[in-house]
């Protein structure tokens, strides 16, 4: 009876919102589409009267006020981790996040530290269930909703579901359970507790050799899915999201159309900070005429070897353990398919803490980062030009994706201002130090178009022109690896004509 009220409720529900947002936006499927999330993200809303009606209906917590002992047991005995003759007498639940217990609260999920007083302990042979244990839902708030509406609480599902992270030797959580439901649009994750480790404060920064270490760890997870079969069902990797799936990167567009011009506005508005002439330019007058070539490359990365990046490695999702052990990695919703690179770049913008490091430090980390990423996998033909090419090929794509969140995620700035100031600061000056509006012409200029087939065709380059759009220090640096030649024409990237029938990835 719960099912048929529950599909009765949600399929009214849906339609409902779809109708709205046709209605409202009825020429344009894209707005269409938005305006019929937004409605549909209003009505789960805690309090709001699909989840009025369902929440009490289901037996899987979506808030911290449901974590409930009956529910925590139903939940584990579903995932088979708890015998079904145990029971759980009692639960704990404490918020986990901005309460005074060291850790910074997830910016799209609400967290606690659930302890569960069992009518007996279960034998270590027949459960695999810890005391005490984290329990991350979807968030409260209705922005953070609606952005985990856009696969992101989804692909964090079945990044444990499917095991992806252990399959590529990346230590993360033990994961309990896991469960999202696609219509409500909620995730509920029960995950190993890690304490006593913390992470490092996002204010400080990692040292050099903390960074090294995380760089390491990426490598070789990257290496493990170095151009993976995207749809392999044995791996999981077709339910993750994809740098090049089309409907994604055009919502990506119309964003960008909307917002490039409140960026620095907004910088200057929530965090007192100017954004420099030469960064807005860039953002506003450079990229936004030709936003159309940043989707149809797909970052101008379409042509390069991808693989499963993590997209989020900043100082709160890395756990240092001692000396001999792998540090743990977390949060993997916006885990997605990219140029490795991404990930290498990232570093570099989100975790030098309250200071940019140097031209040599960078360099450093990024020849460590190439170093393990060819120990981890021998023979592979990928020149460091080529990295360094796809490294600004990323600082671009992040630089991209923090300009989006001008208008619609500029009021979460302020959550934690300082971090969010530096990390612009930072972005700004990379922006400058890497030359950025000179590749992204040089990509640009690579794009053609074929009107009578509808499809995008990039000019394939060599390593020498990928070396000669880099900055002078970067061309000096790899001259001296090179022994004084820039480097061979060894690596040519083949031409990319591809309809975007075969990019629909996923989703």
């Known amino acids: 009876m719960a ?11 849906g339609s409902y919102a779809a109708a709205i947002g046709y209605s409202l936006v009825e020429h344009d499927p894209l707005e269409s589409h938005i305006v019929s999330t937004i409605v549909t993200t209003a009505m789960w809303m805690p309090g709001g009267p699909l989840h009025t009606l369902y929440a009490p209906l289901s037996k899987v917590p979506s808030r911290a006020s449901d974590v409930t002992a009956s529910r925590v047991e139903h939940c584990l005995k579903q995932s088979g981790r708890l015998p079904l003759d145990c029971t759980i007498e009692s639960i704990d639940v404490q918020p986990f996040g ?31 269930v810890p005391e005490t244990f984290i329990v991350k839902l979807s968030p409260s708030d209705f922005g953070g909703r609606l952005y ?8 964090e599902v079945n990044f444990y579901k499917h095991n992806v992270g252990p399959k590529g030797g990346l230590r993360v959580p033990d994961c309990l359970f896991a469960n999202y439901d696609p219509l409500s649009g909620e995730a509920t994750l029960f995950l190993e507790d890690l304490s006593p480790l913390v992470p490092v404060d996002q204010n400080v920064g990692w040292t050099i050799d903390e960074a090294k270490s995380v760089l390491s760890t990426a490598a070789r997870f990257h290496a493990h899915y170095w151009d993976a079969d995207y749809a392999s069902s044995d791996e999981g990797l077709s339910s993750l999201l994809s740098g090049t799936h089309r409907p994604t990167l055009e919502r990506l567009e119309a964003l960008y159309l909307k917002n490039a011009d409140k960026f620095a506005p907004a910088v200057e508005k929530h965090l007192d900070l100017s954004v420099s002439k030469t960064t807005n330019s860039f953002l506003v007058d450079v990229v936004k005429p030709n936003v159309k070539a940043v989707t149809d490359s797909a970052f101008f990365m379409c042509d390069r070897p991808f693989t499963l990046t993590h997209s989020d490695l900043r100082c709160e999702n890395v756990f240092f353990t001692p000396p001999g052990e792998d540090d743990y990695v977390i949060d993997f919703q916006i885990a997605t398919f990219a140029a490795a690179a991404m990930d290498a770049n990232y570093i570099a913008i989100y975790n030098s803490g309250q200071h940019v490091w140097s031209e040599e430090t960078e360099l450093s980390l990024m020849e460590h980062y190439y170093a393990e990423l060819l120990k981890a996998k021998p023979g592979l033909a990928y020149t460091f030009t080529e990295f360094c090419h796809d490294y600004v ?7 991209y994706k923090f300009a989006l969140s001008a208008a619609d995620g500029a009021e979460g700035w ?6 969010t100031r530096q990390l612009f600061r930072n972005l700004d000056f990379l922006i400058q130090r890497w030359n950025l509006e000179d590749f992204f012409l040089q990509g640009c200029n690579r794009i053609h178009y074929d009107e009578t087939t509808n499809t995008c065709l990039m000019s394939p380059l060599t390593d020498t022109e990928r070396f000669m759009v880099l900055p002078q220090f970067a061309q000096e640096r790899i001259s001296r690896r090179d022994g004084g030649n820039p480097t061979p024409d060894n690596a040519l990237s083949p031409s ?3 309809t975007w029938s075969t990019w629909l990835w996923g989703y």
């Open 414 to 419: 302020s959550k934690n201002p300082d971090v």
């Open 393 to 399: 090929a990323g600082l671009f794509c992040n630089a």
């Open 3 to 13: 099912t048929l009220v529950r599909r009765a409720v949600l399929g009214l529900g």
């Open 496 to 498: 990319i004509m591809q």
């Open 98 to 128: 901005l309460q005074g217990d060291g850790h910074s609260k997830g910016m799209l999920s609400e967290i606690c530290r659930v302890t569960c007083t069992f009518s007996e302990v279960p034998a270590p042979s027949t459960s695999t």
């Open 148 to 155: 985990g509406r856009l696969c992101l609480f989804q692909n």
